[in-house]
């Protein structure tokens, strides 16, 4: 099994910047990727980024395209997401995910196996 701990997001101003970081544990060998999703009340939830276990390489969504970066320490199993010039429509609950199958599910958020329990971003105008 893997489980997967985020600290608390946070409330900025539009422009303002906020890390997120995810850290796995367990099984964590096993990974193949990790990714970070959003939603906001109301909508469905989407793919923000994600990227291949070992910095392998990464995905982005288009409207955080310049704004956002992953990352990963693979030696301590942690995923990172620098988020800056953030806007209010960043606005949601975002969560990290890991995904131990053979091809990597990507941006759809069915195919991931295990998540983190969620933290809040909230972007004030």
């Known amino acids: 099994q893997v489980q997967l701990v985020e600290p608390g997001g946070g409330s900025v101003q539009a422009g303002g910047s906020l890390r997120l970081s995810c850290t796995a544990s367990g099984h964590a060998y096993s990974i193949n990727c990790m990714g970070w999703f959003r939603q906001a009340p109301g909508k469905e939830r989407e793919s923000v980024a994600y990227?291949?276990?070992?910095?392998?390489?990464?995905y982005y969504v288009d409207s955080v395209k310049g704004r956002f970066t992953i990352s990963q320490d693979k030696a301590t199993n942690t995923v990172y997401l620098q988020m800056n010039s953030l806007k209010p429509e960043d606005t949601a609950m975002y969560y990290c995910?890991?995904?131990?199958?053979?091809?990597?599910?990507?941006?759809?958020?069915?195919?991931?196996?295990?998540w983190g329990q969620g933290t809040q971003v909230t972007v004030s105008s």
């Open positions: 995910a890991a995904d131990s199958a053979w091809i990597c599910s990507g941006y759809s958020p069915s195919g991931y196996n295990y």
């Open positions: 990227i291949y276990s070992g910095n392998g390489p990464t």
